[in-house]
């Protein structure tokens, strides 16, 4: 099976730094995916990492760590309208299909 | 189309009846992936379609439950006998090909509501 953890909840100010970290267990992974999704809206694709490392991407960088099974979305300069949902989602192919399994989500409040 | 297509963006259900939930994914996307997603929580998985095929369907909570997509393009949701348990938003997701590189894209979803 498949086993995805990150917190429920985080708080930050506007112009912080925060990290949200995501470990998980997994057969067959392929990469990991971090989605942003906004409050009755569709989840949105923010990065997808494959191989070790850090990567860049303006304000939001991604790290995994494919032998701990662990990863981390860091957002810098927080905006207000960073509060949002953030879903780390392992990527798998295993049984002659992809599977893309979504963790419960980190609610991210930005306060003023 | 420019993006994933989802309809009806609002169905009203009656407990015992059949609803049919219609994606619309991006023109010439062959994975395509079905989730239901409860209040507060992360997307669900119910099951997954390449092209035409559909490879996985394990996620797919009952046998109320049916998806098909005959064509490789548009795919329905069809859930029998709904029941109150059923209400939440179903999200489609696409992508180019299934090698997770060219990311997922989503549908605005379907607020599902038993009453």
């Known amino acids: 099976g498949q086993n995805i953890d990150q917190p429920t909840e985080m708080t930050a100010t506007e112009g912080a730094i925060v990290q949200i970290n995501c470990t998980y267990q997994t057969s067959g992974f392929n990469g990991l995916f971090w989605y942003q999704q906004h409050a009755g809206e569709a989840p949105t694709f923010l990065s997808y990492?494959?191989?070790?490392g850090l990567e860049e991407k303006g304000r939001f960088s991604s790290f995994l760590s494919r032998s701990k099974g662990y990863s981390y979305l860091l957002l810098k300069e927080l905006q207000m309208k960073d509060s949002a949902s953030y879903l780390c989602a392992p990527y798998s192919y295993m049984d002659s299909s992809y599977k893309l399994i979504f963790g419960s989500g980190t609610r991210l409040l930005v306060r003023p | 189309g420019a993006g994933v297509s989802q309809s009806p963006r609002y169905k009203v259900a009656k407990r015992g009846q059949d609803v049919a939930l219609r994606c619309d994914p991006i023109s010439g996307h062959v994975s395509l992936f079905w989730y239901q997603q409860a209040l507060g929580q992360g997307p669900e998985f119910l099951t997954y379609?390449?092209?035409?095929?559909?490879?996985?369907k394990s996620g797919l909570p009952s046998d109320r439950f049916f998806a098909e997509r005959p064509e490789g393009s548009v795919s329905t949701l069809k859930i029998q006998r709904t029941q109150q348990e059923d209400s939440a938003v179903y999200l489609c997701a696409s992508s180019l090909a299934g090698g997770g590189l060219y990311g997922y894209t989503f549908g605005s979803g379907t607020r599902l509501t038993v009453v």
């Open positions: 990492n494959v191989l070790d």
């Open positions: 379609f390449q092209n035409e095929a559909q490879l996985d």
